[in-house]
């Protein structure tokens, strides 16, 4: 798969992006709401098994300056429902990438795909949870679950069926 927008080409992963994609998933900050920082054998292994062999998720390239800058969660459910997620490099955070190709994707699932609903899921109430809103998804509930730091969190699920906001609802 290959989408493109004004900023960003997204596209399927490849074996040689293994380096960059570490220096995402490898990052404790990134990392803060997901699970415990990648090591390199682990970033490997996600990205043969998961990326590349089960197609679970695109690479996000700056069109720029040609790098990785993030992974996307992009992979059916069920009949008709999608599950949208991501991870941006730190120094990406606040330019509206994670928008951006979140927005091209839910336009992708709804125009292409037919979906009938896209969700997410996240235990952050900040960054996440403000992109969200802002592609008119809306939070279904919450459920207790172990926090990566340790300890009890809620995590947040959200969907949106409609398209709104990305060029194809009210």
Do not use: N
Not at 48 to 57: D, V
Not at 75 to 80: M, V
Not at 98 to 112: D, G, I, N, P, V
Not at 137 to 149: D, H, K, L, T, Y
């Amino acid at each position: 798969m290959k989408i493109e927008t004004p900023r960003l080409t997204l596209r399927d992963f490849t074996p040689a992006d293994g380096p960059a994609l570490h220096a995402i998933l490898g990052d404790g900050k990134v990392m803060a709401f997901a699970e415990p920082p990648y090591t390199p054998a682990q970033t490997q292994a996600f990205l043969e098994q998961f990326c590349i062999a089960r197609r679970g998720g695109l690479a996000c390239v700056e069109k720029a300056t040609g790098q990785l800058v993030g992974y996307l969660l992009f992979s059916p459910l069920g009949e008709q429902v999608w599950e949208l997620g991501w991870f941006f490099r730190r120094d990406t955070w606040g330019k509206g990438f994670a928008t951006e190709a979140s927005r091209a994707l839910l336009c992708h699932a709804f125009q292409t795909l037919s979906a009938r609903e896209v969700v997410a899921e996240t235990i952050d109430t900040g960054r996440a949870a403000r992109v969200l809103e802002k592609l008119w998804f809306r939070r279904e509930g919450a459920q207790p679950v172990e926090s990566p730091a340790g300890g009890r969190t809620l995590l947040y699920r959200y969907a949106q069926s409609q398209g709104y906001d990305v060029g194809i609802g009210a």
